[in-house]
């Protein structure tokens, strides 16, 4: 029912800024809050941050609180996940996620139902 795509990801410098998108198709877009995930090589997929259906509430892992901003443009069907001073440790691969368990919690992987197909972040020192 509902298709995602990333984009934005790249090579960047440390301490640079970028911005990912991740477009949704269909219509029931707004009817999920949305997560964004991250998988660093020979790692675990790790919760990164979260919002709400409207886009009132947002969470973020503490690992990248202060310098991550999620926000979402519904209109546009789209979530954004602005990213500021990027480290090396945020190389990653980033997904993005529709969350359709309604009492799973944010953090969990298995409250999403629906995945992107990721969009790669690579930041050199």
């Known amino acids: 029912q509902v298709q995602l795509v990333e984009s934005g990801g790249g090579l960047v410098q440390a301490g640079g800024s970028l911005r990912l998108s991740c477009a949704a198709s269909?219509?029931?877009?707004?009817?999920?809050?949305m997560g964004w995930f991250r998988q660093a090589p020979g790692k675990e997929r790790e919760f990164a941050a979260g919002?709400?259906?409207?886009?009132?509430?947002?969470f973020y892992a503490d690992s990248v609180k202060d310098r991550f901003t999620i926000s979402r443009d519904n209109a546009q069907n789209t979530v954004y996940l602005q990213i500021s001073s990027l480290t090396p440790e945020d190389t990653a691969v980033y997904y993005c996620?529709?969350?359709?368990?309604?009492?799973?919690?944010?953090?969990?992987?298995?409250?999403?139902?629906?995945w992107g197909q990721g969009t790669q972040v690579t930041v050199s020192s």
């Open positions: 269909g219509r029931t877009f707004s009817n999920y809050p």
């Open positions: 919002i709400s259906s409207n886009g009132g509430s947002r």
């Open positions: 996620a529709s969350k359709t368990v309604f009492y799973g919690t944010y953090v969990d992987v298995s409250s999403y139902g629906y």
